[in-house]
């Protein structure tokens, strides 16, 4: 029972300091809403309009959220050393990591939910699956947010995880089939599409939204899973060697 109350404080801590500041909630408002505005205009009504770009701006609003704040929390409190009075806290390491990645996994589902309200004003959905779209969503918040924990390891200041976050958002954006199909890729592309894994996340966004995805969704779960704990893996590691030892 103390873990999980230590857990919760340092979840509320996070929360407090960073999310609900004004320009992170106008950053995880505004952001998603106008790539959804931007896309769903340029499509007009309907469903299948509306349903073939939904994945795309659901995945953008997760990945672009998760990944800004961890760039933010994790490196801004190694740089100024709070970081190292956590590490005394009698918790698991393990769960100290997730404690302070999981609000960037709740931002990230809360960005998710902009663009799908405002699909469902402008298009029925109920043909969507929910039962696959709410898992999807949740499974990419937390691979984006482990990705982000593996890029802030990574570097030192928050200027420069910012822009090791852009130098592999930008192009995934493009690589994973948010947008066309993989198979429509140059074929020396394909490799490096189906290593990153929000491939995976789109592909099962896909198949939520209108049916039409690459592989089978039990399949895209599991290698997303298999991807969050790879990267929450190896950024533990990274702490240890970097910033612990």
């Known amino acids: 029972m103390k873990l999980w109350i230590a857990f919760w404080n340092i979840l ?52 672009f959220g998760t990944t800004s704040m961890l760039a933010v ?10 970081f190292e009075r956590l590490l005394l806290a009698p918790i698991p390491f393990e769960l100290l990591m997730l404690a302070k990645t999981s609000g960037a996994i709740l931002f990230g589902v809360a960005n998710a939910s902009v663009p799908v309200v405002m699909a469902a ?14 898992p999807a969503v949740v499974m990419i918040a937390v691979a984006s947010t482990f990705l982000g924990l593996f890029i802030a390891v990574a570097v030192s200041e ?20 948010l947008f066309f199909p993989v198979g429509k890729l140059p074929i020396f592309l394909r490799p490096l599409s189906y290593a990153l ?3 995976y996340g789109a592909d099962a966004l896909h198949g939520a939204t209108h ?22 893996a190896v950024s533990l590691w990274n702490i240890r060697r970097k910033w612990i030892l």
């Open 158 to 177: 928050v200027f420069e995880a910012q822009t090791f976050s852009n130098f592999l958002r930008f192009p995934m954006i493009f690589l994973c089939g």
């Open 197 to 199: 894994p929000l491939t």
């Open 211 to 232: 049916g039409r995805h690459a592989l089978p969704l039990v399949l895209d779960f599991w290698i997303l899973g298999g991807f969050c704990v790879a990267l929450f």
């Open 121 to 134: 004003f402008l298009a029925d959905l109920s043909r969507v699956s929910w039962g696959v779209l709410v």
């Open 73 to 82: 929390t994790v490196t801004f409190e190694k740089k100024n050393r709070s």
């Open 12 to 63: 509320v801590k996070d929360i407090r300091t960073y999310y609900l500041k004004p320009p992170n909630i106008s950053w995880g408002l505004i952001f998603p809403l106008a790539w959804t505005g931007m896309f769903f205009i340029k499509s007009g009504s309907g469903f299948e309009g509306i349903t073939a770009l939904l994945p795309g701006v659901v995945a953008i609003s997760i990945l």
